[in-house]
């Protein structure tokens, strides 16, 4: 079965401290590969997104994520988050035949000033 | 950039009664959009794929009597919970996605759904 996972459920860091939350995906086939966030009281927004090609991609927010196929992952990073980084972020995917997505059980970021 | 609009926001309704959901995709057609649904502090949950023209395709466990979707339009799906329960107090999220084959989807703001 399809399943994305997110081993960090709750990351606190402080403002200029650089992030990377985990996201392992389990599809059999091609897949394309999300990471949204949600701010507090607004709806999900995508942060970037792989669908193929250089496996290195770059989103807003100075975001970035990398994918690695031998790994299974497709961590998110940012080198020097801010206080308006903190959000939920998750990670999504789709694979063969399904463009719905199947989401991890997202990151709660919390930044500290 | 694309922008789905849910209505209403919030909605707080009795046991036993039925509440629609609204879901429009305002600046593009959707030939194909989505409900999820969020528990506090968990991820989304796929309830259900509603194709326009054609019965929604519903996920392992969801009762599709339950939970009746209608995509009558190209910019407009319908979420009715009927004979609501406690239980079923959550947050509701649609997107939409455009034709194209791109699997790319525009998130709503969801509806907060609370049964008394």
């Known amino acids: 079965a399809q399943s994305v996972s997110q081993h960090n459920h709750h990351v606190i860091l402080s403002e200029a401290a650089s992030l990377e939350l985990g996201c392992n995906y389990s599809?059999?086939?091609?897949?394309?590969l999300f990471w949204y966030v949600q701010y507090p009281g607004q709806h999900l927004q995508l942060l970037l997104k792989?669908?193929?090609?250089?496996?290195l991609v770059k989103g807003i927010k100075g975001f970035e994520a990398e994918f690695i196929k031998s790994k299974f992952s497709f961590n998110l990073r940012k080198p020097s988050v801010q206080w308006s980084d903190t959000a939920e972020y998750f990670c999504?995917?789709?694979?063969?035949?399904?463009?719905?997505?199947?989401f991890g059980s997202g990151t709660r970021l919390q930044v500290q000033p | 950039g694309a922008v789905v609009s849910q209505h209403p926001s919030r909605v707080i309704c009795k046991s036993g009664t039925s509440v629609k959901i609204e879901c429009r995709s305002l600046?593009?057609?959707?030939?194909?959009m989505f409900w999820y649904r969020q528990f506090p502090k968990q991820s989304l949950m796929l309830m259900a794929t509603?194709?326009?023209?054609?019965?929604?395709?519903?996920e392992q466990g969801v009762e599709k009597d339950k939970f009746l979707i209608n995509h009558a339009s190209l910019t407009l799906s319908t979420l009715t919970v009927t004979s609501a329960h406690p239980e079923d107090s959550s947050f509701y999220i649609c997107?939409?996605?455009?034709?194209?084959?791109?699997?790319?989807?525009?998130f709503g703001p969801g509806t907060r759904l609370t049964v008394t």
């Open positions: 999504a995917a789709t694979g063969p035949g399904r463009r719905a997505l199947t």
């Open positions: 509603s194709n326009e023209g054609s019965k929604a395709t519903y």
């Open positions: 792989y669908f193929s090609g250089d496996p």
């Open positions: 599809y059999g086939g091609t897949v394309n």
């Open positions: 997107s939409a996605s455009p034709p194209g084959g791109v699997d790319e989807q525009y």
């Open positions: 600046d593009f057609q959707a030939t194909t």
